[in-house]
């Protein structure tokens, strides 16, 4: 069900009737694969229609250049159907996109300066913790700052409960204890952060964005640039709310995600 | 900026980030052509990119098919960026298509039956009242029913409020007073909806659902099907809340949508 073009009638344009993934892939194999696969196919049954076939996807990576690239997958509804009324038989479309990557790799020696977005989250857990193609408000969140030494933004849920980064899972060591924001009512559940979630003890929380400024460490993360570690945190005017200096803490969260992503691990 | 088919980096596939209209054209006359037009403006004003040309705009109508269609235009962000980073210099994609269509005149007369729906809206108000792009809450929405004698379906905010029907804006009268939910946190604000406000005393309000309860009369309406006048409201299983009797009230706003909308008066 692989396509090159798209009909303009696909209901992946129309309404953002579908899921997509970013896959890592290094030398035409890809990072976290199954955790990638799970999401997908999970996505799929929660919007009502078949995912593709492992075999097709499975066959996907090794069509990758040499070295690191990103895998891009997306999986629409298809077409047809009356309005929002989807078709009874839905004829899912797949489409393949093989992009350039590089890690920003000083990003993970020097770490990162972030803000609070003013924009807030509207809360859906019908579609909660899916990658789906209804990403408009990331858009707009990420588009609120250009000052490109802010390296990411920060969202609340609209009860203020902190939930993500524009493109990246949030992770912070409070008390000795790593913890990560709930994602049940909105937010994109990375696989990275699913990956660390499973070989790591982190708590999943319902926290205000306060619970950060009382973090010994705090980390952004996604499986194409690893984790980040912040050393600076603004709010949304750019004014700076903490500051945190690199440690060992800081490292040792960064190196389980090196690993699995089969980077270098860090001093 | 009209294009024929959509290259698969398009940021209105990846992310829904664009807006659309659904026009009723009649023998080449677009109905409700400024608003249309204003709301798609607005829309793209309110995502930060240009609008297409209004002389672009205003040729379309006139490619229709004889009779009545709809003219869907999708305005895209088009293509560039880096993930949900805008490109700082846009170029925005039209696209258009005709499709054919006709009223569910049964419905004028007779009325509909429509039910609550379980899905709550998130709220959003930095693009509340906009159609964008970002419509899986309607797909999921619209599918929680298949009994095609239940003709649409209500849709509350996550806080409860009722907003709008999943692709239709919401009318009643309750006390001689006619009302519609405001729609600045979440819902699209129909330009069939802005029409009546425009020539008729309604009062935009916030209300629970049970309001419509109360209500002598409940009517459902867009710039494609007119005003309907709903005679049953089921609850989320399909249990009868409430029934109405269609009569001169009913009939009194459906033929003001009517005359918008170059329809037959309804006696």
Request: with cysteine; aromatic share 6%.
């Amino acid at each position: 069900m692989s396509e090159a073009v798209l009909p303009l009638n696909d209901r992946g344009l129309a309404y953002g009737d579908g899921v997509f993934e970013t896959v890592l892939v290094r030398d035409g194999t890809p990072l976290l694969w199954d955790a990638h696969l799970a999401r997908l196919t999970r996505g799929c049954e929660r919007l009502g229609f078949p995912a593709p076939q492992r075999d097709e996807l499975d066959a996907l990576p090794g069509r990758a250049p040499a070295g690191l690239s990103v895998l891009k997958l997306i999986v629409t509804r298809g077409s047809g159907g009356r309005g929002y009324l989807a078709p009874a038989d839905p004829e899912p479309r797949l489409l393949v996109q093989h992009l350039p990557f590089a890690p920003a790799e000083a990003r993970w020696r020097e770490g990162v300066r972030v803000r609070h977005c003013a924009l807030r989250l509207g809360i859906q857990p019908r579609v909660a913790g899916l990658k789906h193609l209804n990403r408009l408000e990331n858009v707009l969140a990420r588009n609120e700052w250009s000052d490109p030494d802010v390296a990411e933004g920060l969202l609340c849920d609209s009860d203020g409960r902190i939930i993500e980064a524009t493109c990246m899972n949030l992770f912070w060591q409070r008390n000795g204890r790593l913890e990560t924001p709930r994602l049940d009512r909105c937010g994109v559940a990375g696989t990275l952060r699913q990956a660390l979630l499973a070989e790591r003890s982190i708590a999943e929380v319902e926290a205000m964005p306060e619970r950060l400024e009382q973090a010994e460490a705090l980390w952004l993360g996604n499986s194409l640039q690893g984790l980040w570690p912040v050393t600076r945190l603004d709010d949304s005017n750019g004014h700076a709310l903490i500051t945190w200096t690199i440690g060992e803490t800081h490292r040792r969260l960064q190196n389980d995600a090196q690993r699995l992503l089969g980077y270098p691990s860090l001093p």
